[in-house]
Each structure stands twice: as C-alpha cells, then as structure tokens.
C-alpha cells in the first residue's frame, strides 16, 4: 500500500532565550519596547522550529503577537474585549480561562511573503487578526510592552508583544468557535475578576489598568 503523505509539522518563529535575557531579563511587563522589540527582529538567534517542539522546551522563546482592544465610551469609560477561551485549537492549557489578548505564532507561512522579520512579524499579526476576529470599526494601534512569565509552563515557551488598539466603536466579534462569550467589559469588572483570567491577561491588566 503507498505510505500516507506526511502531514505538515507547523513550524514557528522563536528566539534562543539567552539572546532576550542578553537584552536584560525582566519578569511580568515591561514598557521598553524600544529596549527589546526591535533587537529581538534583529538577533542573529532568530529561527523557525517544529512548534510541537517549542512547546516543551524552555531554552527558546516563541514570540507571540498579544492584541488587546480597548474601547472608552462617551463617559470616559474604558473597556477591554474578552473572551472564554473554548476547548478547540490553540494552547490547550489555557483553555477554560479567560483573556484579553487576541494573536498566537508566526510561522514560516507568514514568511512565504516577505524577507525581513519586521515585515514577517507584521504578516504574522494581521493573520492572526484576521483568523480570530472580525474587527468593525476603525483604530489606532501601538505596541506598548512586553510580557514575559517564567512561572507557569506556558509562559516559559513564549514572549508576548503588547499591542493596543484603541478602537472607535465596540464592534469586535470572534470569528472562529474557541473565541466564547466574547465582548467589550469595563476594566473594573475584569480587574474584581482576574483570578479568572490567563496568567498573561493578569499581568497586562494590572500592568496598564491596574
């Protein structure tokens, strides 16, 4: 009988990490982005690997877009989309918690299109946009920090880029099943309810509405 054809191994982008705690090791957030963002593109340690690999193995970072939308209402109210994280793909051992965060790898599909790792990284967080959200309004994006947490095992494989985007109007839906009961809360609701959320949705909140 011909053999099956070999199933793709996903492969994601990650950096040794050495070379981000050459750049200064910090715990939790930290807002110099300056410092970090652009040398990690650049670092020489840059590379794709199995991501099933990635995931057990500590001695390298995979670098992860975390979007995080935010909403202020005619009262001057700001509000955070979440979500329930469902039992479908992604990370299984954050299912059943709660974010504030929307993105996940970059992988050598997004570097099919370009050369450099800044435009990589670019098409990587648009992908991930486009697959988990339908966003419906206009708005102003930045990337405000980093996250880092070596205390949970999920966190000890990746390192989380902060983006906020100020968004117009409160018209973000999920656009795949793993996104549950989603939608714009205030900040002091998710802030009186963080020990539901995921470590890296914790360590966000307190760090930018805390």
């Given amino acids: 009988m011909p053999q099956a054809a070999a199933v793709a191994v ?82 299984a051992r954050l299912h059943a918690k709660r974010s504030v965060g929307v993105g996940g790898h970059i992988s050598t599909t997004d570097a099919e299109k370009h050369d450099a790792n800044a435009s990589v990284y670019r098409e990587g967080l648009s992908r991930e946009l486009a697959e988990e959200v339908v966003i419906g309004a206009p708005y102003d994006e930045k990337i405000v920090g980093l996250i880092n947490d070596d205390e949970t095992p999920v966190g000890q494989v990746h390192l989380g880029v902060v983006h906020l985007l100020d968004i117009e109007r409160p018209q973000v839906e999920p656009n795949e099943d793993d996104l549950a009961d989603a939608g714009f809360q205030p900040v002091s609701k998710i802030l009186a309810e963080l020990e539901g959320y995921e470590s890296w949705s914790q360590i966000v909140m307190r760090a930018l509405f805390g």
């Fill in 10 to 91: 996903e492969q994601v982008l990650v950096i040794p990490t050495s070379d981000f705690q050459a750049l200064g090791h910090f715990h939790g957030f930290s807002s110099n982005v300056s410092r970090y963002f652009p040398r990690l593109l650049e670092s020489k340690g840059l590379c794709y690997r199995p991501r099933g690999a990635m995931e057990q193995d500590p001695s390298f970072k995979q670098l992860i877009p975390y979007v995080v939308f935010r909403f202020i209402d005619a009262d001057g109210e700001a509000k955070v989309f979440c979500y329930q994280r469902g039992g479908g793909g992604g990370e």
